[in-house]
């Protein structure tokens, strides 16, 4: 992230604490001047010999991120993060085979949809923030109960009542999918399937190029309602929606009918 030497002057404690998640640019006049850079000590509390820098997608294990600490964080980043139970995410730049998926995958969403009143589909960057529905129901939730993510692309119906004044979406998506690649598979099918079906999220799908392979999730209040598996020959079918189906074979080779 890229901060003012003012501003690192006037609050220090904030950005030494950020730069434990991201390499801090000190600019004075709009030039770089500085890093900011954060060292890790081994298990003997000793200083490493080389700072940290996260290159992958991992979280950091040892460093619980607050709601507004993520904030803080991503307004000057340039880099794309997500937020679940408190670990932060880098999100890696897409590959061709990612984003060729994902075109065809909204090409299909949205002529399905365009017969729809209320529902139109969205691609990322799009943060989506969800709280899950147990803490709900055992307390009032707090901000730090947010997770914040960006799905690959989400369905959204009745959208308009959960767009705020800063043309921030707040609602929760109806659909959701995601296109594993190899930074994101364990991720994607363990914390986000349980992140997404207890947040109110109606139905998930799974894309991997890697098996040529689409699981469809579909959830109610909370539980895991039905479950599908699709191969390369067949058509993935939404449990949601009836009658949208997407070719695998156009999904994973490109080959349109």
Not at 83 to 96: K, N, R, T
Not at 120 to 126: G, I, K, Y
Not at 146 to 154: A, G, S, Y
Request: proline share 4%; net charge negative; glycine share 4%.
């Amino acid at each position: 992230m890229y901060v003012s030497a003012t501003e690192v002057q006037n609050n220090f404690g904030k950005y030494l604490k950020l730069c434990k998640i991201e390499n801090v640019i000190i600019t004075r006049n709009g030039k770089k001047q500085a890093l900011l850079l954060y060292f890790p000590r081994n298990s003997e509390g000793f200083e490493a010999g080389e700072p940290f820098v996260d290159y992958g997608t991992s979280p950091r294990k040892d460093e619980y991120v607050s709601y507004q600490q993520f904030l803080d964080m991503t307004e000057k980043s340039e880099n794309r993060y997500e937020l679940i139970d408190g670990m932060v995410y880098l999100l890696a730049s897409p590959a061709f085979t990612h984003q060729r998926i994902l075109g065809e995958m909204h090409i299909v969403f949205h002529e399905y949809l365009k017969k729809s009143k209320n529902c139109d589909t969205f691609m990322a960057p799009f943060d989506v923030k969800l709280i899950r529905q147990q803490i709900k129901l055992l307390r009032q939730e707090t901000e730090d109960d947010i997770n914040v993510v960006q799905p690959d692309l989400i369905v959204l119906c009745d959208y308009m009542k959960d767009i705020n004044e800063k043309d921030k979406y707040q609602g929760t998506p109806t659909l959701v999918v995601e296109i594993l690649s190899p930074s994101t598979r364990s991720k994607d099918r363990v914390k986000k399937l349980d992140l997404y079906m207890e947040s109110g999220i109606a139905e998930y799908w799974i894309i991997d190029p890697k098996t040529e392979t689409v699981m469809v999730y579909s959830y109610k209040e909370g539980e895991l309602d039905r479950d599908a598996l699709f191969t390369a020959e067949q058509n993935a079918e939404s449990f949601y929606f009836p009658g949208l189906s997407v070719p695998l074979v156009q999904l994973f080779n490109g080959k349109r009918n």
